[in-house]
């Protein structure tokens, strides 16, 4: 049997065509994917830059030092934000990268550099940011907001802590403060002075007067007619918080030991008092026995279930309360550990301790 022979032919020009039109169609497509590629990695190169450059400039505004600025690039590299120059423009963003920073360092075990001083350089440097910002002051009345605590100042029946429970066009609402017993205050057409403190700012001084006081869904108002008249007290260093908390302080006596001065706690001279609010840099004390101007003591007080601060200052300044027939004293910190500082910090943060 004879085997039969099979050839096979070369391309017809028709198919040669076909072809040329195929990688021709294919090698534009890569060439535009490919510049499309790196047009987009180009743009986001350049959008990271400038979110960087954009970083560093406010920082040198905000007089961060070097060092600071780089402990602030490192929370923003941790936590991924994708645009850094949040972490100065948002208070959420700035307080939720610190609080997570050190709550990581609350459960690390550090060699070397003391846990509470890198704490405490995160306290200080969200502190500093803040104070910083150009924050938006209160221009008049119906700027302070519902549940803001002010201090109400009246004649002759001295100040009194207050919440301001509504804020509507006719007035300033606030609750009525709790007398000492047996006094009663006429708030009918009282003229008050009052003081509101405005978180990451600063104070605002105001007076006006009384126009009603009113009963409202069982709800006691005293109504305050609303001023543009307001002055804003210099920001101080530390932020502060209103509190009401025990304390129990002492004097300090100096005397001479060996030609030395040395510091003595005064145990006969201990006192209650109220702690009506703190800062990382002091307190003030209301109290019926205070201590006078210029002289030292020492400050014992529960800032949280059993943890206990103790914490040396000098008196500042006093202040007269006849309403309540006490004294306010201003009390400087000289001397406090910084791990009390940090929880201080934390309570005027709102952040959770470990």
Known sequence: MEAEAFQFGGPSSAQWIILALVVLVVGVTLVITARRFGASSRKKKKAV?????????????????????????RLVATYGLSKPALIFTSTHILDSCIQRA??????QEIKG???????????????????????KGIATTKDIPVGAKLRVGVENYGTFPANVNRNVDEYLGIGVPIHPQGKMVPWSKQKVKCSYWKDDDASYNFDTKVIDVIVENEVHSICLKHTDKIVRVQKRRHPRKSMSLPVIYSRIKIIQ?????????????SHWGTILDISVGG?????????????YVKTQFDLREEYK??????????????????WIMHIKFTKIDKKHKNEIFAVLYNYQTI
């Open 309 to 326: 601060i103790v914490a040396f200052g000098k008196v500042m300044r006093i202040e007269r309360n006849p309403g309540r027939k006490t």
């Open 283 to 295: 307190c003030s004390i209301e109290t019926q026995i205070p201590i006078d101007k210029n002289n």
């Open 102 to 107: 050190v709550r990581k360092l609350g459960i």
């Open 113 to 135: 550099e003391s846990k509470e001083d890198m704490i405490n350089t995160y306290y200080r440097l969200r502190n500093k940011v803040v104070r910083n910002r150009g924050v």
């Open 49 to 73: 830059g400038a979110g960087w450059h954009n970083f560093y400039q406010i920082a040198k505004t905000r007089n961060l030092s070097k060092n600071e600025t780089e402990i602030l690039k």
């Open 257 to 269: 030991e060996e030609g030395k001065k040395k510091a003595v706690v005064d145990r006969k001279d």
